[in-house]
């Protein structure tokens, strides 16, 4: 019907009156099928269970009245449609601190999301890290609010300028995988708005306009009828204006999830349709709450359907096109850290010319987990393929965990000696039944394909390396003598090193790196670039300093203590703190200043490249709360910004915003400001000793 369908520079006003003009011409039954996501089963099966075959309705739509509907796609780590660009993970990302890449990993995503159909994405992961453990720990940025924040809120405003809706998951308190369609995770008010909130609320202030339910339940309610977190919080407190829509299958249980705050079920009416307006129909439902969430989804859907586009055109020739895969190389190279190193790295091209590349994972596409964020690029350089293109193939000796034998004739071949070690999607992942198909050779009836296999991914059960792996790296070291022994980390969080880290001369982890992670391993390895990631989680000497976990939990209790202020406060020393990530580069900082600057706390910092080589310097702002009734985080990051190449000898002044929000804690159900002398310190990591530090009375 002509006049309800938007249209390019419709204002707000013009927006509000055409939604309410569909509202007021469609049934009850149009307006609850657009509660819902349609032929999604229909679509899976006709693409032999592949997923991310092609969008999926996902809200919205009314052929009748020509009203359009949502279209969606996941994407922690791309667009999973077709053969899109490949980012390292979220986790990666997190690592790199660099709010502006990850600003233009979100455009990219956008453009590559609009080129294939799709106008919602579920990129915007911020679930915290609350333990290694957890099986999707791949897909966030790490245990810290502030960086979850901020780095979520630039992904959601990067995708959303070139108007694709983007969907903050998973809401809220969802981190663990095994059992997240029944554990229920108690918490008292004061967690959760200070430590399992705050990155959802900056993400919703900072514009994002859609939220995905979580699976699980919160003090004994599922989260997607949890009207305490969609209503109370989200709307109420936070004035959320945007929709809510559920986790894919399973999200939703009840019909009264609508009056609690869920607008759309998805991907198909399995609770709701029928059953919903039935509800209605029987007065156990009010109609306003069918209308209130149509009026949720309409109105966002038109606000960026109606927005200009900002090319002129989205052509599907933009999908993995050479500025996306240089991205993906620059994310791989930021994300990189380096755990230590004692002179072996950078290589000296004139001293090695040959590497021992030992591990299978040296050799293998191994971008992470095979769940619904996996992204099938075109092609994933491996560390091998990135190393024969830097040296040559004849220069590269290769052997595996699975021949040990040939360890030593590789290693007596080659100048330095490189492992590849870590875990792939069998180790750890979205957890996946063994009756799902989720891959390209799976679908085709290839390798695994047509029978049922065994489940894939889901929680760690250990925080180790295989022990394959490990007698891999000794027998490295025990054929390498003098020669220096790099390791090369893959993994989605912490790995514990103590078994086996005396063996290394250097230990770097890269995370799952994305399709560009074999030609930025070559480049960080011979020094064409310096690492300049920092850890964005704490690794631990003993796997029992970390928080209490159970992968198979019915029932849990989730409180103020988790990751480095959880061992800051116990004085339990980790092998790498939260924030650690050495260069090949030394910096040093000076002359910190502090001021409140409205509603924020501004500090500026000198920051002076000492080191030989241009690099790139991620500087961390703490504050410790002055003394008070309350029990607080001994130190809490509070702001950070990277200096990028900065030059040897070369000194940047950088500024640093502290929202005052970060600072305040919950008390009595409202927000409180500790009045007294704050201090802020520019810390190498979370356990600095020796931080640079200002005071400051707020």
Request: glycine fraction near 10%; charge should be negative; aromatic fraction near 8%.
């Amino acid at each position: 019907m002509a006049g309800l369908s938007p249209e390019k520079g419709m204002d707000e006003a013009a927006i509000e009156a055409t939604v309410e003009r569909v509202l007021a011409q469609a049934t009850l039954a149009e307006k609850v099928g657009m509660m819902s996501g349609q032929g999604f089963f229909a679509a899976l099966e006709a693409d032999g269970r592949l997923w991310g075959a092609r969008p999926y309705r996902a809200g919205g739509g009314i052929e009748r009245l020509g009203v359009p509907a949502f279209w969606f796609t996941d994407g922690p780590r791309g667009v999973v449609r077709g053969q899109s660009t490949c980012f390292p993970c979220t986790m990666a990302r997190g690592a790199s601190f660099d709010v502006d890449l990850e600003r233009r990993i979100g455009e990219a995503m956008a453009i590559e999301a609009r080129a294939q159909g799709c106008n919602l994405s579920g990129a915007v992961c911020v679930n915290l890290l609350r333990h290694p453990a957890w099986g999707r720990a791949q897909e966030t940025y790490g245990e810290d609010p502030a960086l979850l924040g901020a780095m979520g809120s630039a992904l959601g405003q990067g995708l959303q300028a070139h108007n694709v809706t983007a969907t903050v998951k998973h809401f809220a308190l969802n981190s663990i995988e095994n059992a997240r369609f029944r554990v229920n995770v108690e918490i008292d008010d004061r967690a959760l708005h200070e430590v399992y909130l705050p990155h959802f609320r900056e993400v919703i202030e900072a514009g994002v306009l859609s939220v995905m339910s979580a699976y699980n339940k919160v003090n004994g309610e599922y989260c997607g009828q949890n009207r305490y977190l969609l209503t109370d919080i989200l709307r109420g407190e936070w004035g959320f204006k945007g929709f809510v829509h559920s986790d894919w299958v399973l999200g939703v249980y009840k019909t009264y999830g609508a009056a609690a705050g869920l607008d759309v079920e998805n991907p198909e009416p399995l609770v709701w349709g029928e059953k919903l307006v039935a509800a209605v129909e029987a007065g156990h439902v009010e109609p306003a709450v069918i209308d209130t969430a149509c009026r949720r989804i309409l109105s966002t859907l038109y606000r960026m359907l109606a927005a200009e586009d900002p090319l002129e055109a989205y052509p599907e020739t933009l999908v993995a096109c050479a500025a996306h895969v240089a991205l993906a190389r620059e994310a791989a190279e930021k994300s990189a850290v380096l755990l230590e190193n004692d002179g072996a790295l950078p290589f000296d091209r004139g001293r090695v010319r040959k590497v021992a590349l030992l591990g299978r994972l040296a050799q293998m596409p191994n971008t992470g987990d095979h769940g619904s964020s996996r992204v099938r690029a075109r092609h994933v350089v491996t560390p091998y393929e990135g190393l024969a293109a830097c040296l040559g193939a004849d220069a590269i000796e290769a052997a595996g965990e699975d021949d040990l034998e040939a360890v030593g004739p590789a290693v007596a071949a080659a100048d330095a000696v490189v492992v590849v070690a870590g875990l792939t999607a069998e180790e750890e992942g979205e957890f996946i039944p063994g009756d799902m198909t989720l891959t390209p050779e799976e679908a085709a009836g290839g390798p695994g394909g047509g029978a049922r296999r065994a489940p894939r991914g889901g929680d760690r059960a250990d925080l180790g390396l295989p022990a394959r792996q490990v007698a891999l790296i000794r027998a490295a070291r025990r054929a390498a003598g003098e020669k220096p022994v790099v390791v090369v980390l893959v993994a989605g969080s912490a790995l514990l090193v103590e078994d086996w880290r005396a063996e290394a001369n250097a230990i770097l982890q890269t995370f799952y790196s994305g399709e560009q992670g074999g030609h930025a391993l070559a480049r960080l390895l011979f020094g064409e670039v310096s690492p300049s990631g920092r850890l964005p989680f704490t690794v631990a000497t003993d796997p029992a300093h970390y928080p209490f976990f159970d992968r198979e939990s019915e029932r849990i209790r989730y409180d103020l203590w988790h990751g480095y202020p959880k061992f800051l406060r116990e004085g339990k020393e980790p092998r790498y703190p939260f924030g650690h990530g050495l260069s090949y580069a030394r910096f040093s900082c000076r002359a910190l200043r502090a001021r409140l600057a409205g509603e924020a706390v501004e500090a500026t910092v000198a920051v002076r490249n000492d080191g030989g080589m241009t690099a790139s310097h991620v500087v961390l702002l703490f504050a410790e709360a002055p003394p008070g009734a309350l029990e607080r985080w001994p130190r809490k990051l509070v702001g950070f910004t990277r200096v990028e190449g900065l030059e040897p000898g070369a000194t940047r002044i950088v500024r640093l915003l502290a929202p005052l929000q970060r600072l305040r804690h919950r008390e009595r159900g409202r927000w409180a400001l500790t009045p007294g002398a704050w201090r802020f310190l520019v810390a190498r990591d979370a356990a600095d000793p020796e931080a640079l530090a200002t005071t400051l009375l707020l």
